[in-house]
């Protein structure tokens, strides 16, 4: 395993550590000699021994043979070989990355301060961890960065080319121009010269280093990007996936050796969190950083679970098969739901406070040991104590699950960042604390949807159940708690609860939040005081209360919006910036008295914009709407606005998939003819005009939303705003 | 003596037994307004037994709306009432 080391005196050590991974497996005795003969053939040296391992929640061991391979660089390509050949066997250990198991073997992690012992010629003789990935006091590692982007990093170069780079070092900044020749030469020159440990790029995985490196290559000159010689630059194609419902694309990869390479455009973690947060997440996940960057968070609680399962010695299984117990149909409906949602009390109301349980689910199956294997375990069937509310199911209450031992952590470092951000005097302290929380909060968010997902490695649905069935009890206790103590509950989403009660003030609150907490042992905390908060009406009927759709003024005087307009990136500007500028009329007012006063000022906005958009003063900029495609643009059936849009896109000759992102301007919405209601904006010309009344219907509809619990009609506002 | 049948009270408990997980999940002023409900079905619990009806839900149903309808009445002639005193008031306050 090569080890890249920053010594104290500042070197940049190429290390070399000995390391021999392991796989195991078990083959009926059939096909032992095959295997065997397979495994002497291999090129590299090959030890084995038989085993007795367990997987997990296993009662009984499984006798394996251990298969320890002598070189790490062939460990993947022979696993694979051996799976391939041998179908009926069971292979373990064998599609874990083979970094994150140096890590978990040695106890070290990615940017770890460390003490090693090394031969002369670079062979480690040990290494030890001086730091845990637990502690939240460690400095950001000296690293030096290098910025590189093509001149304008305004928008994707992709769709468009660019031929200069800007490289950026230590505060200063070169523009790099010319013939391809004289950029390859300039950039190796920096590269050599400055040696940077980051490269940190806009648009390198899918535009910057692949065009440069086909650039090198064509001219046959050095671009050494890498700071080892000895490998070549790590290569992954793009792909497209399917998440939550959404098609969405991966940008390809290009990955360094001796040097990291961190894309801002192809990084959920960088845009997220940081490179602080990025760098704690790595650290606690025990996940090389450059593959951090670019992967899922779930990656990371898998890396976390896995740790744990290898230091207890358990099996990981390749390609996890363990199909869901049979249930009847009333089983299924009882314990195949969410959590619990209620309708809100449609309208504006004031001196109202929102609990929120902290970090619920996760919580929930650190507090009730809930794991794939604790649930439905066979030594605590007839235990009362263990079973989990509503469903049949029950959980251990003798052996700490693996999950609840990977979150327990996280949650309680996470606790202890929170508590070292408030006492944080220096903002630039706590943006890192914060980042570095923000960073562990994903983790643990997305630790709920591995407990259940078929594919991962320690999911079981049964234990997905079971923590959605606690969080069900558990708001439910807490809605009974705060009706006995004389709150009434306006709403109420899976973790939050919005609560009323006259003359009730923070301590108040506060009180009750404790009440709670010692009624659950489950962490609930205010989460703040609104001076008014609006329960807004669905838009198709005025009478059906939507959930997680508000309005909310703090006392603090910040506002909490959800599910309108200005939330949403597919409505116009125009619609948007009129009803923020609404709110802030509203957001005047401090109690519902002072809010219907503002009424008239509010109409008065509104009559404002309707004019403006009458008067045809409306910008492209303002009125552009923004819909992604949602199937290839060939297989939709109706007439929709972003489809005639799309379609006009195709007769130009681009090309369009799923999952694209489609501008477009309502131009005639009635119009006979479709290609006449909508004009995309990639092909707007001088002889364009807008859809007056299809806008002014937007801008309506957008406005009524937060004023129609005050009393104002749809027909009132339309005739008290018309006054052109 | 034990019964072979469970009398008519006992059966609204056991349809109230079997509401429970809907009871928890409501508001609590709507917890009130479900009790008053069942209240109204075990104050008909004579009738229902009379009628040994074999789907008692019904029956308790339409115990619900008697008292409803009950409700509607009383509240009508309060608003006949109310009206009638206000336009004696108002004429009053004209003549003055």
């Not at chain 1, 590189?148 to 230590?170: A, C, E, Q, T």
């Not at chain 2, 059966?11 to 008053?36: F, G, H, K, P, T």
């Not at chain 2, 009806?53 to 509240?75: A, G, N, Y």
Request: hydrophobic share 40%.
């Amino acid at each position: 395993m090569v080890v890249w080391l920053l010594g104290e005196d500042g070197r940049r050590i190429r290390a070399v550590d000995p390391f021999v991974p392991t796989c195991y497996l078990t083959a009926p005795p059939s096909i032992r000699e095959h295997l065997f003969r397979l495994l002497r053939r291999a090129s590299c040296r090959i030890s084995t021994r038989e085993v007795e391992r367990y997987e997990l929640g296993a009662l009984r061991p499984t006798p394996v043979l251990e298969v320890s391979v002598h070189a790490p660089a062939q460990f993947s390509s022979l696993t694979q070989h051996l799976i391939r050949a041998c179908p009926d066997a069971q292979f373990f250990h064998v599609d874990v990355s083979l970094p994150q198991r140096y890590f978990y073997d040695r106890q070290l992690f990615p940017l770890v301060h460390c003490e090693a012992a090394l031969t002369v010629e670079g062979r480690i003789q040990s290494i030890q961890a001086l730091e845990s990935p637990w502690d939240t006091d460690y400095g950001f590692p000296p690293l030096t960065i290098m910025e590189l982007s093509p001149d304008s990093s305004s928008s994707n170069p992709n769709h468009g080319g660019r031929d200069s780079l800007v490289v950026r070092m230590d505060g200063e900044e070169r523009l790099l121009e010319g013939d391809d020749a004289d950029m390859v030469q300039r950039l190796n020159q920096l590269l050599v010269r400055q040696d940077p440990d980051i490269l940190l790029t806009d648009w390198g995985d899918s535009y910057l280093l692949p065009r440069l490196m086909i650039m090198a290559d064509r001219l046959r000159m050095a671009l050494a990007l890498n700071r080892d010689p000895h490998r070549s630059v790590g290569t992954r194609k793009p792909h497209s996936y399917f998440s939550y419902g959404r098609i969405l694309s991966h940008a390809g990869a290009r990955t360094l050796s001796g040097r990291l390479h961190l894309d801002r455009h192809n990084s959920f973690a960088l845009a997220e969190m940081g490179l602080a947060g990025l760098i704690e997440q790595a650290r606690v996940a025990k996940v090389d950083l450059q593959q951090m960057a670019r992967t899922t968070t779930g990656t990371g609680i898998t890396s976390m679970q896995l740790e744990i399962a290898c230091r207890d010695g358990l099996l990981i299984p390749y390609r996890k098969q363990e199909p869901e117990a049979f249930k009847s149909a009333l089983e299924l409906l009882q314990t195949d739901q969410g959590g619990l949602v209620f309708a809100p009390i449609v309208g504006y109301h004031e001196q109202v406070g929102e609990l929120d349980f902290s970090s619920m689910y996760p919580s929930i199956m650190v507090r009730f040991n809930i794991s794939p294997e604790t649930v439905n375990c066979r030594c605590c069937r007839d235990e009362p104590a263990a079973r989990v509310p509503e469903i049949g199911h029950h959980t251990c209450r003798h052996r700490q699950g693996l999950v609840p031992r990977t979150l327990a952590p996280l949650l309680d470092k996470r606790v202890r960042y929170k508590r070292l951000m408030a006492a944080a005097t220096q903002p630039a302290a706590r943006a890192v604390l914060d980042q570095r929380q923000t960073a562990l909060k994903w983790l643990l968010v997305v630790s709920f949807g591995y407990l259940g997902y078929k594919n991962a490695r320690f999911g079981r649905i049964e234990a997905h159940e079971s923590v959605t069935a606690y969080s069900r009890d558990l708001l439910l206790q807490a809605k009974e708690v705060a009706e006995r103590q004389g709150y009434r509950m306006l709403h109420a989403i899976v973790d939050s609860l919005w609560l009323v009660k006259p003359g009730a003030v923070k301590a108040d609150y506060d009180r009750l939040a404790q009440a709670i907490t010692e009624q659950t042992r489950l962490s609930i905390g205010v989460e703040g005081l609104y001076h008014w908060i609006g329960f807004l009406p669905s838009r198709v009927n005025p009478l059906m209360p939507v959930p997680n759709q508000f309005v909310g003024l703090f006392d603090h005087g910040v506002m909490k919006i959800r599910g309108i307009e200005i939330r949403r990136s597919d409505a116009p500007l125009l619609v948007k910036r009129a009803q923020a500028e609404v709110l802030r009329c509203l957001s005047e007012a401090r109690t519902l008295v002072e809010l219907r006063e503002q009424i008239p000022q509010a109409l008065e906005i509104v009559r404002t914009y309707r004019r403006y958009l009458h008067d045809g003063h409306a910008t492209v900029e303002e009125l552009v709407i923004t819909k992604s495609l949602s199937k290839e643009p060939q297989a939709y059936r109706h007439q929709t606005l972003s489809m005639i849009a799309a379609q006009e896109l195709l007769a130009r000759g681009m090309s369009l998939q799923a999952g694209d992102t489609i501008h477009y301007i309502i131009t005639d919405a009635d119009a006979a003819y479709p290609p006449d209601r909508a004009r995309a904006v990639a092909g707007l010309d001088g002889t364009w005009s807008y859809d007056v009344s299809a806008y002014d219907n937007l801008l309506l509809k957008a406005t009524l939303v937060l004023l129609m619990p005050l009393g104002v009609t749809a027909t009132s506002l339309n005739e008290s705003t018309a006054g052109c | 003596m034990g019964r072979t049948l469970a009398t008519f009270t006992q059966l609204v408990q056991q349809e109230i037994d079997s509401w429970s997980r809907y009871r928890r999940a409501l508001r609590r002023e709507d917890q009130q307004a479900l009790d008053v409900l069942f209240a109204a079905a075990r104050h008909h619990a004579s009738a229902g037994a009379y009628l040994a009806r074999e789907t008692p839900f019904e029956v308790m149903l339409l115990s619900m709306l008697i008292e409803q309808q009950k409700h509607v009445v009383t509240l009508q002639q309060k608003v006949v009432t109310l009206e009638t005193s206000r336009h004696h008031d108002s004429t009053q306050g004209m003549a003055s």
